[in-house]
C-alpha cells in the first residue's frame, strides 16, 4: 500500500500528461485550417489592435464652448426707416416657446386668457367689424400680426457674418488640456483664415453661408422661415504620440427636417420706450439660425493591461481554426469514421482486482509506453 501510494505521488508531481496528437494528411483540412488562422490573425491585428486600437486604455472629455458672431447689417424698415444692425441687435440667448369671437359679454369670461391668446380678456364682447363681434382683451396695441413675412430676408447680408467659436477640453485620466486654438492657430494666421474642410481645416472663424451649405441647407431658406445648425467638434486623440497631434475635426448637420407644418425657427422679442408718459414697445418675430454645437470624443494610451487582454482574447480565438477542422475532419468528410479512430482512444475501466494483478496500472509512465506499443 505505501509503495503503490508513493508511485502515485512520484506520478502527480513528476509526470506530465500531454493531449493526443494526429496527424492529418488532407489537402482541404490543411487548406481550412490555414485560411481561418489567418482571417484570425487579420481580424485580431488588423481590427483589434490598429484600428481598434486595442492595446490602449481610452478616457471621455469635459468641455466647454462660447461663441461670437461678427457682422454688420443695414435694413429699411417702413416703421423704422434706415437701421443699422450690429452684434446686440440680432445676437439673442436661446428662446423656445389671440381673444375669440362672440356674441356678448357672458361669452367672455375675464381674466381669461386663451393659450394663441395676445392679452387677457376684460369681459366684455365688443365689434370688431360690421359683421364680427369679439372678445375684448387688455394688452398691447395694436396687436401682433405675422401674415407677412419679409421676401428676401430683411438680413441677407448674415450670410457673409462669421462665427468664432472657442472650445476648451480636458482629458482628465490622462491629465491632457487642449484648445481648439492649437499650436497652429496663431495671431496671424486667425487675421486672415476662414474656416474650410480642406484649405484651413483648424480655423475657428465660421462664415455662416459656408456653414449652411456644408450642413446640407440654403442660406437664403433658412434666413427667410429660420432654421437650427448642429456643429459638432470631435477631438480623437492617440496620446501614444505628441499631443500637438490632438486637434478638433468640425462637421455640420441641419436638425430640421423640410416640412410643412412648423417649418423652420423663430422667436419673439421687444424693445420698450415711453413717449409722452405712454408705454410703447416694438415687437419683433425673428426668424433666425439657433446653432447647437456638440463636442465629443475620446483619447487612448497604452496599457499593458488592456495589452495582455486583447493579445489573449485573440489566442482563444485561434481555438476558433481547430473546432472548425475538427468539425469537418469528424462529421463531414467521407472517411470520418476512420479518423474518429485515430483520434479517440477507447480504454475501458478496470476493477480494484485488475489493477491488484497489474501493477503498470498504477504508474501512468507504464501506462503511457503500453499505449505506444499498442498504437
Known amino acids: 500500500m505505501a509503495r503503490r501510494l508513493q508511485d502515485e505521488l512520484a506520478a502527480f508531481f513528476f509526470e506530465y500528461d500531454t493531449p493526443r496528437m494526429v496527424l492529418v494528411r488532407n489537402k482541404k483540412v490543411g487548406i481550412t485550417f490555414r485560411l481561418t488562422q489567418l482571417a484570425v490573425l487579420v481580424y485580431v491585428v488588423g481590427w483589434v489592435f490598429v484600428y481598434e486600437k486595442g492595446y490602449q486604455t481610452s478616457s471621455g472629455l469635459i468641455s466647454s464652448v462660447s461663441v461670437k458672431l461678427k457682422g454688420l447689417a443695414v435694413t429699411q424698415l417702413p416703421d423704422l426707416g434706415p437701421q443699422v444692425w450690429d452684434v446686440a441687435d440680432y445676437v439673442f440667448p436661446a428662446q423656445h416657446p389671440e381673444g375669440g369671437t362672440c356674441k356678448n359679454d357672458s361669452g367672455c369670461t375675464p381674466g381669461k386668457a386663451e393659450w394663441k391668446a395676445q392679452g387677457i380678456r376684460t369681459g366684455k364682447c365688443v365689434a370688431f367689424n360690421d359683421t364680427v363681434q369679439t372678445c375684448e382683451i387688455f394688452g398691447w396695441c395694436p396687436v401682433e400680426v405675422d401674415d407677412n413675412v419679409p421676401r428676401p ?112 425657427f423663430n422667436f419673439r422679442f421687444a424693445r420698450y420706450f415711453v413717449e409722452n408718459g405712454t408705454n410703447h414697445r416694438h415687437l419683433f418675430k425673428v426668424f433666425g439660425i439657433r446653432f447647437d454645437i456638440l463636442v465629443d470624443g475620446k483619447a487612448g494610451k497604452f496599457d499593458i493591461i488592456p495589452t495582455m487582454t486583447t493579445i489573449g482574447s485573440g489566442i482563444g480565438i485561434f481555438g476558433v481554426a481547430t473546432v472548425l477542422c475538427d468539425l469537418l475532419l469528424l462529421h463531414i468528410l467521407p472517411k470520418r469514421h476512420y479518423y474518429k479512430q485515430k483520434k479517440f482512444k477507447y480504454a475501458e475501466d478496470m476493477g480494484p482486482e485488475a489493477r491488484e494483478r497489474d501493477p503498470a496500472a498504477t504508474s501512468s509512465t507504464l501506462g503511457l509506453q503500453e499505449n505506444m506499443r499498442t498504437s
Open 153 to 264: 430676408a430683411l438680413l441677407r447680408e448674415a450670410e457673409n457674418f462669421t462665427l468664432f467659436i472657442k472650445n476648451s477640453i480636458s482629458f482628465p485620466r490622462f491629465q491632457v488640456n487642449r484648445r481648439n486654438l492649437v499650436e497652429e492657430v496663431n495671431a496671424t494666421y486667425m487675421k486672415k483664415c476662414i474656416y474650410h474642410k480642406t484649405l484651413h481645416p483648424l480655423c475657428p472663424f465660421f462664415n455662416l453661408g459656408y456653414v449652411a451649405r456644408a450642413s446640407g441647407q440654403s442660406f437664403s431658406t433658412l434666413a427667410e422661415k429660420g432654421g437650427v445648425i448642429g456643429i459638432t467638434i470631435d477631438w480623437n486623440c492617440d496620446l501614444d504620440w505628441h499631443v500637438r497631434h490632438c486637434k478638433p475635426v468640425y462637421e455640420f448637420h441641419g436638425l430640421y427636417e423640410e416640412k410643412n407644418l412648423s417649418r423652420g
